[in-house]
């Protein structure tokens, strides 16, 4: 096979995500996983229920329609008006996906032609980068810097090119709990007017907001026929394992993400789109317990890892809190997190490994707080040891 690398120039360095090395670690030396982001006590029974009767009674079992069924479709337009007042035809401008992450992937291979940019905020999902690759397109970080992690408008506008294609926002922001206000909204909206470039916004945090609210980009004057919207049940419903995802957006844009999508996965869980779409139908009483409860989660964590010597910084959404070593005498997330489960049995996630700057993110660290309170209690107790 000669000399020749096989793995292809684009996945080059993308080797396998920090979440396998560290979640292996965690099971290998018996610690408390605060690496990757999945609840350890599931959903809403009902739900589980519902998805059990649907594998029972034959729905989904077969091929479900290639944009997802239509009962989710029409879910996913009712929830979209319910909290956000926006309104989507569930024929044309909505699209069931195998979780947010194959919606990522079909946008941004649907969009992007080889040589375009996407400007995207930094610290990023992991998925984003090695998207934006597989597509030929290039990405160009946005950075998000301590304290705050507010995006830097000015910054934005200086980054914008003639080759600029498309933005890609994430609030609320993994990992840094950024929740991006309704001015920071309008400031980005107006560029990608003004520039005319498509935006594709993941909104899979959407429920978990503690502080502020989510205002939804697409429903800014001129941004509904440029903006793909993401969302996903894992977060909201307790359910990563499922990977039900959709997008809206206007008819084109969601005829070019169909596109992509349909040579991808074409369709995927079948008798868990017939349970989201009971899931996204709950009463608002079971999203305000979701947001109480992970508030209460945060504050849990969050006092912990002060009282450790951390510097803390509180999450406005998310299932996340950023801090920050350089306190406890640390400079490199990177090795820290390689070192923790052996000094305390926690294991957290090094935020260097989101960034294209290292400088910016080389002593944060990430930690989930999606898990149970005794479970918090107990790596709170763990982290005290350092
Ligand atoms: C910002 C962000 N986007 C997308 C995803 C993936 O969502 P899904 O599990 O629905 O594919 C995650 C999961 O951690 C995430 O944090």
Redesign the pocket.
């Known amino acids: 096979m000669g000399t020749r690398p096989l793995l292809n120039r684009r996945l080059a360095g993308m080797g396998s995500t920090i979440f396998a090395e560290m979640s292996a670690l965690a099971v290998a030396t018996g610690s408390i996983n605060l690496g990757?982001?999945?609840p350890d006590t599931d959903g809403p029974r009902e739900i589980a229920e519902a998805a059990a009767n649907a594998v029972l009674t034959g729905r989904g079992n077969q091929y479900p329609p290639g944009p997802g069924i239509p009962e989710l479709r029409a879910a996913v337009t009712e929830h979209q008006q319910h909290w956000y007042g926006l309104s989507y035809d569930p024929d044309t401008e909505v699209l069931i996906t195998?979780?947010?992450?194959?919606?990522?992937a079909a946008a941004l291979l649907a969009l992007l032609e080889p040589g375009d940019e996407v400007i995207a905020m930094e610290p990023f999902?992991d998925?984003y980068a090695a998207c934006i690759a597989m597509a030929g397109a290039t990405r160009v970080p946005l950075t998000l810097r301590a304290p705050g992690f507010r995006p830097d408008l000015d910054e934005l506008r200086a980054l914008i090119t003639p080759r600029t294609r498309l933005l890609l926002i994430?609030t609320p922001?993994?990992?840094t709990g950024t929740v991006l206000t309704p001015e920071e909204l309008r400031g980005i909206a107006e560029l990608a007017c003004e520039h005319d470039l498509l935006v594709i916004t993941?909104e899979?945090?959407e429920h978990l907001v503690f502080a502020g609210a989510h205002h939804p980009l697409a429903a800014l004057p001129g941004m509904r026929e440029r903006t793909v919207s993401?969302?996903?049940?894992?977060?909201t419903f307790s359910f990563?394992g499922w990977?039900?995802?959709w997008v809206t957006g206007a008819p084109e844009l969601v005829a070019a993400v169909r596109t992509a999508k349909q040579y991808l996965t074409f369709v995927s869980a079948g008798p868990f789109q017939y349970a989201v779409a009971d899931a996204l139908r709950l009463p608002d009483s079971y999203f305000d317990t979701l947001r109480a409860d992970h508030l209460r989660k945060r504050d849990l964590l969050a006092e912990g890892l002060a009282a450790a010597g951390f510097e803390v910084f509180r999450p406005e959404g998310?299932y996340f809190i950023t801090t920050d070593i350089t306190p406890l005498g640390e400079t490199d997330g990177l090795e820290f997190c390689r070192k923790l489960p052996e000094r305390c049995g926690v294991v957290a996630i090094p935020n260097v490994v989101f960034y294209d700057n290292t400088e910016a993110g080389r002593s944060q660290v990430r930690w989930a707080f999606c898990k149970r309170d005794d479970v918090l209690a107990e790596a709170v107790t763990r982290l005290r040891r350092l």
Do not use: L
Request: proline share 3%.
């Open positions: 990757q982001g999945f195998a979780g947010a992450t194959e919606a990522i999902y998925s994430n922001h993994n990992p993941d899979v945090y993401i969302s996903s049940a894992g977060k990563t990977k039900v995802g998310t």
